[in-house]
């Protein structure tokens, strides 16, 4: 290996024979490039559905009403399902220790919102305090409402950044502006940003006030929890199930809703959603590690058949390197040297030429649900030894079979 | 230095056998220049593979410099052959990717002489056979006399005990066959051992004793007055 003759006899041959050198190591080089690109988006995708589900607590949990499709316990189907406060405070009071946060929502529609005279069209939504870790909203100005204004029915707003840019832009601040909503001001306590602009056109004011205020009574048109973080990712979904059935049980009890009915009352659960998402990140990695060993297979497939017809080639070569008094283990060494150099230096050409790309164009990469696409190096450089490793075993039995040879035979050999 | 008894060789080719060598009995000793003819088919080759330890003999013995040649395995032949043996052979057999130099600095790589040594040496065999402008030349810019004459070099280079040449001027046209013979008795007037298989009589008659083979069997084995091929040249 480090005998400096043997290096320079194959530097020579390999500076001579440039065009079989150049496809066996174009042949490995691509082999390694196609698959780290491809395992690179494998992670890419990943990175992107992880992203996506950043957005909201990853742990959320909703719930919204149906129609009842089941007739059940003499009620007819076609039934609308209304969520009442104590629907909110009994579910609470019953699941208390899976709970992490908890808050009802309501819509209030049919109302007028005005700023001076510019009338705003914007969704106005009653929650409670908890809500904005359970949506994530980040407070950019002011502050998000508390459980006192809940308790006191304040007439306060939060609003989403996107009003404040679009309503409020000559002024500093929109907190302690003034809106009104169907007559009544409210004051703006604070401005939010969120991941999308849509989800900034909203206003946020304490539910009680919008039940009281805008004739609600205690109907409410959502509840949104978070549960609290587990252990492993598993254990989290697999308490999530549990949760949700036992919501969904309470629910269906409390509106007499038939256990089998699914359009009654609808829970929604981030981590069940997230996991079939990673499932379905997992199978489609399962299958681009598929189509790269498959890649990995034809470089080997590759460089073993330029292997077979170099050693054809050189058959002769061989003849007249034994008549020299070359001994078989020589040309064995030779041309499994030979070859093992070629593949390791292409091999990682094509690994820094793809994870170069991947490098420079990863970051700047932006479709929905593929982000950052990268590669793992070390799994990279494995590939590539398993790919030199592969060229050396199948070069060595055709440089085997041609070291041994008669002397006679491979120089009569045209 | 060359020393045979009772050699026999036969070739399976079926189910039949072919009987190549049948009992040859010769030696040969140090500086001389032999010549063995024969038409096609006498074993006169096989008889030259054997030598050159290329190929094995089914039976007989085979002396080499006073070391018995026997159950040679691949690795030992090898190193036999760099040792004693150095080849030309019809076909030249260079390597056609290596330049004229590397070609006969060969045999010194696998003696493990090192690279500058190598090319000094190469380069004196080649100032001998006259072909030192050129070294740097690929074999295929060269004629067919000169790629022998490098041929000769290669062989020479290794300095070996017994020069073999199987059929040396059989890709020539006489002039250059002059030339090369020519070369031969040369490096045999420098004491080299020298055996050279040939069909043709002129080359055999530049030789110092002609052996006969016919039908695997010595039917004449004479001492010859040598024709100096420097005259035709």
């Known amino acids: ?414 | 230095m060359i020393e045979i008894k009772e050699l026999h060789k036969s070739y399976k080719m079926g189910a039949n056998s072919l009987h190549v060598l049948k009992g040859l009995n010769f030696s040969i000793k140090e500086g001389e220049l032999v010549a063995i003819m024969g038409s096609s088919g006498s074993g006169k080759s096989t008889l030259l593979n054997i030598l050159g330890m290329l190929d094995e003999a089914d039976s007989g013995e085979y002396t080499l410099d006073g070391v018995p040649i026997k159950n040679l395995n691949e690795t030992k032949a090898a190193k036999y052959r760099n040792k004693f043996l150095g080849f030309v052979f019809q076909s030249f057999n260079l390597i056609n990717y290596k330049s004229a130099l590397e070609n006969v600095a060969l045999p010194l790589y696998y003696q493990k002489v090192p690279r500058k040594q190598r090319e000094e040496k190469a380069l004196k065999y080649l100032e001998q056979v006259g072909l030192k402008e050129w070294a740097e030349h690929l074999p295929n810019e060269l004629s067919g006399g000169q790629k022998q004459r490098v041929a000769i070099a290669r062989a020479m280079a290794a300095e070996p005990k017994v020069l073999l040449a199987d059929e040396p001027t059989g890709a020539l046209d006489s002039k250059t066959s002059y030339e090369v013979m020519d070369l031969i008795q040369k490096i045999n007037d420098q004491g080299n051992t020298i055996l050279v298989v040939t069909h043709e009589e002129d080359i055999a008659h530049m030789c110092k004793r002609i052996v006969h083979l016919k039908d695997g069997v010595i039917v004449e084995d004479k001492k010859v007055e040598q024709v100096r091929a420097s005259q035709y040249v």
């Not at chain 1, 252990?231 to 036992?246: I, L, N, T, W």
């Not at chain 1, 629910?251 to 998402?277: G, M």
């Not at chain 1, 070359?326 to 150099?341: D, K, T």
Request: hydrophobic letters at 45%; one cysteine or more; proline letters at 3%.
């Open chain 1, 1 to 414: 290996m480090f005998d400096i003759e043997r290096w320079q006899e194959i530097l020579d041959t390999i500076r001579k024979n440039k065009l079989r050198t150049f496809l066996t190591g174009l042949s490995v080089a691509s082999g390694i490039f196609i698959l780290v690109i491809l395992l690179g988006f494998g992670q890419g995708f990943r990175n992107g559905i992880a992203h996506e589900f950043a957005q909201d607590a990853a742990t959320s949990v909703w719930v919204w009403p149906g129609t009842t499709t089941k007739e059940y316990k003499g009620l007819n189907p076609g039934r609308n399902i209304e969520l009442r406060n104590a629907d909110f405070e009994f579910s609470g009071e019953l699941l208390k220790e899976d709970i992490e946060l908890k808050s009802p929502r309501i819509f209030v529609r049919n109302v007028s919102v005005n700023y001076g005279n510019e009338a705003l069209v914007y969704s106005v939504q009653g929650v409670s305090y908890q809500f904005q870790q359970i949506e994530n909203e980040k407070i950019s100005d002011g502050r998000f409402i508390s459980y006192q204004d809940e308790v006191n029915t304040a007439k306060v707003a939060v609003i989403g950044n996107k009003i404040a840019r679009d309503v409020f832009h000559d002024l500093d601040t929109p907190v302690g502006e003034f809106i009104d909503i169907s007559g009544i001001p409210f004051k703006i306590i604070g401005s939010f940003t969120e991941t999308e602009d849509r989800e900034e056109e909203r206003i946020f004011i304490p539910v009680t006030t919008a039940q009281r205020v805008f004739n609600g009574g205690d109907r409410l048109n959502n509840l949104a929890y978070t549960l609290p973080m587990a252990q492993s990712f598993d254990e989290a979904v697999a308490r999530s199930v549990k949760f949700r059935s036992r919501l969904l049980a309470y629910l269906q009890q409390v509106h007499t809703v038939h256990p089998d009915d699914s359009n009654a009352i609808f829970i929604w659960s981030a981590l069940e959603e997230a996991k079939r998402y990673y499932s379905l990140t997992d199978n489609i990695k399962l299958f681009f590690w598929f189509v790269g060993i498959c890649t990995i297979i034809a470089g080997v497939v590759g460089v073993s058949n330029i292997m077979l017809i170099v050693v054809r080639e050189r058959t002769k070569e061989i003849g007249i390197r034994k008549a020299l008094g070359a001994r078989p283990w020589s040309i064995v060494g030779m041309i499994l040297h030979e070859s093992i150099f070629i593949t390791a230096i292409s091999g990682f050409a094509g690994l820094i030429l793809s994870m170069g790309l991947l490098e420079i164009l990863g970051p700047h990469i932006e479709v929905d649900y593929i982000m950052n696409p990268s590669v793992n190096f070390s799994v990279a450089v494995s590939t590539v030894f398993v790919l030199v490793l592969a060229g050396a075993v199948a070069g060595f039995f055709p440089a085997w079979r041609a070291a041994n040879i008669h002397t006679i035979d491979a120089l009569r050999d045209e």
